[in-house]
């Protein structure tokens, strides 16, 4: 048995159409504020509810959580980041940053999972691969199920890798190591949502049975 593959999990959207679909404004976007690292001390991100006008018609109004999924990244509150500094996880910063609710209310309590390094952390010959193209570098591996690579990560402290985001492959999705997992359910952090590895396979994050950790 693989014991990476029981102590990690990918993290997703909370299920169905509940939330809002966070972006980055057009400024943030411009400073590559998700595949680089960026100085601190300037500007913090910004982020809205793209559907907001239609939200409003519809009546629809989404609570402030304690986690914010935007485009398969995250954005954390003060409570979440207090915690995770305290590790020095390789290629991720905690960018300050400011989400705008619909009421066009300021919550400055939030810091962006910004990882501007990833990692080629599955193993290819373990992995269930639907499709590869070892010349197609923007694309990456289309993976049906994973097998995270036992020797990559047994050189590595654990500290270094409660957090990465995988590369090589065409969906770059977020992984949490348990230690994490366990601190956000704990204490009821609402707005993400988590399969385990050796139970995730690619589809399932659309499926009503499949087994998942949602606070």
């Not at 810091?111 to 193209?133: A, C, H, K, M, P």
């Not at 402290?157 to 366990?182: A, C, N, T, W």
Request: charged share 35%; hydrophobic share 30%.
């Amino acid at each position: 048995m693989n014991k990476y593959n029981e102590e990690y999990y990918i993290a997703f959207e909370p299920k169905g159409d509940n939330q809002p679909y966070v972006i980055a404004d057009k400024k943030t976007t411009e400073r590559g504020y998700h595949y680089k690292k960026v100085p601190l001390g300037g500007l913090p991100f910004f982020f809205y509810n793209r559907n907001k006008e239609k939200d409003r018609r519809n009546g629809k109004k989404w609570p402030i959580t304690e986690i914010l999924e935007t485009g398969g990244d995250f954005l954390v509150n003060d409570f979440i980041r207090d915690e995770v500094i305290q590790y020095d996880i390789d290629g991720m910063q905690l960018y300050p940053s400011v989400y705008i609710d619909d009421d066009d209310n300021w919550h400055e309590n939030y810091w962006f999972l910004n990882f501007y390094e990833t990692f080629v952390y599955w193993d290819q010959g373990r992995s269930e691969i639907v499709t590869i193209d070892e010349n197609d570098d923007k694309y990456g591996a289309e993976i049906d199920k994973y097998c995270l690579d036992e020797k990559k990560l047994f050189g590595i402290p654990e500290e270094k890798r409660l957090i990465f985001k995988m590369s090589g492959v065409g969906d770059p999705y977020v992984f949490f190591h348990q230690k994490i997992v366990d601190f956000l359910m704990t204490n009821n952090c609402r707005g993400i949502r988590f399969f385990k590895v050796s139970e995730f396979e690619e589809g399932d994050q659309f499926k009503r049975r499949a087994k998942f950790l949602q606070s």
